[in-house]
């Protein structure tokens, strides 16, 4: 299925199609073709080219005040969205809208603001790709945990380290630490110690 021709068809259509809509705009011929057009919305979904709406439409991010970018994070905690697009003007966004996000990150950011003349601010609504798998940082030991303090300040987030994850480091040790878990809410980063 050709991508191309899918976005083509989005860029022209008013508001967000179904995938009804869609195969039906494309005349699709039989049922292996409408697999094929489900398996390459998938596609451009997981790559943030297309965003699937609550109520299953398909469209454009541009055409929904959504912008792709790289997070680029701040040692306060709050990041920049540096936009795919170098038209665009990067993006603040608060540490209470980065929902799970970490430095490095491809995401999907809604504007919130766009008075004229203020700096565009967003939240972060869908994370397409992790940016960091692996951190440098000092490890802080705790009898039954340990948490590793990232030596990026752009990552102001302490990494847990559940006592199983500790292999061997003690306290002040500089680490190398897997990610094995991202944040979500109020939670941490967790990770295992791979490198002492």
Do not use: W
């Amino acid at each position: 299925m050709d991508k191309l021709q899918i976005l083509q068809l989005m860029k022209e259509s008013e508001k967000p199609m179904t995938v009804t809509e869609i195969e039906e705009a494309l005349q699709l011929p039989d049922a292996e073709a409408f697999k094929e057009l489900v398996l390459t919305l998938n596609e451009l979904e997981d790559e943030g080219s297309v965003v699937r709406t609550r109520t299953n439409r398909y469209g454009l991010p541009e055409k929904m005040s959504l912008i792709k970018g790289r997070v680029q994070g701040h040692a306060k905690g709050f990041a920049f969205l540096i936009p795919e697009d170098s038209e665009q003007k990067d993006v603040y966004i608060s540490q209470s809208d980065m929902n799970g996000a970490m430095s490095g990150d491809t995401v999907l950011v809604r504007l919130n603001n766009t008075t004229s003349g203020s700096r565009p601010e967003g939240t972060i609504i869908r994370i397409l790709a992790r940016g960091v798998t692996e951190v440098v940082g000092t490890f802080q030991e705790s009898r039954r945990f340990g948490f590793v303090i990232a030596d990026d300040k752009r990552l102001p987030n302490d990494i847990f380290i559940p006592a199983e994850g500790v292999n061997g480091a003690v306290e002040g040790h500089k680490v190398l630490v897997k990610i094995t878990k991202y944040p979500e809410g109020r939670n941490s980063a967790e990770g295992e110690i791979i490198h002492i």
